[in-house]
């Protein structure tokens, strides 16, 4: 397979490589009957990009068989460094995979018959095929790239994610907080826009997703200088947002990016355990207290030790918040009137240690120090506790 890239679209096959290094630091490069495909996936699988070549972008193009190769990318972008110097100097670009085994061949042709040679040799391949919904959408929107080039830029180089929140006539921006312990010190960052500003706007169902910024980036910065519109396409939370472009002549683009799943969805099965937990707790209750109170009718002189009795099991039963100090459990107090459960104070136990000390007066420690009976310690300096030697005496 080759392809002859002319000068006018060298520019765009250029910036191809520079958004796809954001994404990850493989290529994947198939050469098929529809086009030219390069592919990659971000080490985490949380982040996909596609870009179609298709025959009509190429002054040439020739697919003698079908083509899979991996490159890396750094060794792509040591040939597209510097965009605006190609624009310049070069007139055409020679992209050859099968004139080698090894390697990749680009040819650039140069002004003034200078020609530079790259060979980019594969690497390890395997297959990659982005697997996501075309279809199924809840909300679609087609909006400037400039428009959203220029929002983006409101947010500090340090945020990492974004929360996109589709109303009925509006879209919110913001940057996504999790886990601060305290919010008030964090910038929060609001970007409003107005359906009116938008290509297309279609909302069949108020959505919010929350995705990284870089992949984001990554697509506006491909679309810059171009002002092409970007179509975004996206469901609940938990469920892939996709961003393409469609605006270019024989070029189709498309970023997948993963998006956080939906915190209240993801609080149901632990509220479910949470009440069948309860309920679990509270039947338990209950057959202690139908067990007391038929033991208590059968045996009324044993009142005392039925209540003590089910108080031990019913605390026994309850997890054991320490292990190095032993803890007065709560007394069960049942009544005959009602089916109510009271919780008392435990009795006070001499055997029993606290589990906070009582507060102590910090100068009680230095009290002796000011009274009048106070005997000093220190020792007489005329006083000889060890006699001399006979030595020194002589």
């Known amino acids: 397979m080759s392809c002859l890239i002319g000068a006018a679209n060298l520019k765009i096959f250029g910036k191809a490589f520079h958004a796809l290094v954001r994404i990850a630091d493989d290529l994947y490069i198939e050469a098929l009957p529809s086009g030219l495909v390069f592919h990659t996936v971000n080490s985490s699988k949380s982040a996909y990009a596609c870009f ?119 879209v ?70 996709t961003f393409s472009v469609t605006g270019l002549r024989g070029v189709d683009v498309q970023f997948v990016l993963a998006t956080l799943a939906d915190r209240e969805s993801q609080s149901l099965s632990s509220s479910g355990v949470f009440r069948s937990s309860v309920a679990q707790t509270s039947q338990f209750i209950r057959s202690v207290h139908t067990e007391y109170k038929n033991k208590r009718k059968n045996d009324p002189d044993t009142q ?14 309850m997890p054991n918040s320490s292990t190095t100090r032993k803890v007065q459990p709560l007394v069960l107090s049942l009544s005959d009137d009602d089916d109510d459960i009271i919780l008392q104070d435990p009795i006070p136990d001499d055997d029993v240690i606290p589990s906070t000390p009582p507060h102590k007066k910090f100068r009680s420690m230095f009290l002796g120090l000011s009274q009048a009976t106070y005997t000093t310690m220190a020792p007489d300096p005329d006083e000889v506790l060890v006699a001399n030697s006979d030595d020194e005496h002589g």
């Open 52 to 170: 179609t070549f298709k025959p009509d972008f190429f002054i040439t193009y020739r697919d003698d068989s079908t083509e899979k190769r991996k490159v890396l990318l750094k060794s792509c972008l040591m040939a597209f460094r510097s965009l605006p110097h190609l624009e310049k100097t070069v007139e055409k670009c020679l992209f050859d995979l099968t004139s080698s085994p090894d390697y990749l061949l680009l040819k650039f042709f140069c002004k003034h018959g200078m020609v530079k040679i790259y060979q980019l040799h594969y690497v390890e391949n395997e297959t990659v095929q982005g697997s996501f919904p075309t279809s199924g959408f809840l909300c679609q929107l087609n909006a400037s790239s400039r428009l959203l080039q220029d929002g983006i830029q409101n947010f500090s180089t340090s945020v990492e994610e974004v929360t996109l929140t589709v109303c009925s006539n509006k």
């Open 304 to 317: 005392s030790l039925s209540s003590s009795s089910q108080a031990n099991s019913f605390s026994s039963s």
């Open 172 to 241: 919110l921006l913001r940057n996504y907080v999790d886990d601060e312990p305290d919010p008030n010190k964090v910038v929060h960052t609001e970007l409003t826009l107005e359906s009116e500003e938008f290509e297309l706007y279609e909302v069949d169902q108020e959505t919010k997703i929350t995705f990284c910024l870089k992949e984001l980036k990554a697509v506006l910065n491909f679309c810059e200088g171009f002002n092409v519109p970007v179509s975004i396409k996206c469901q609940t939370g938990g469920r892939p947002v």
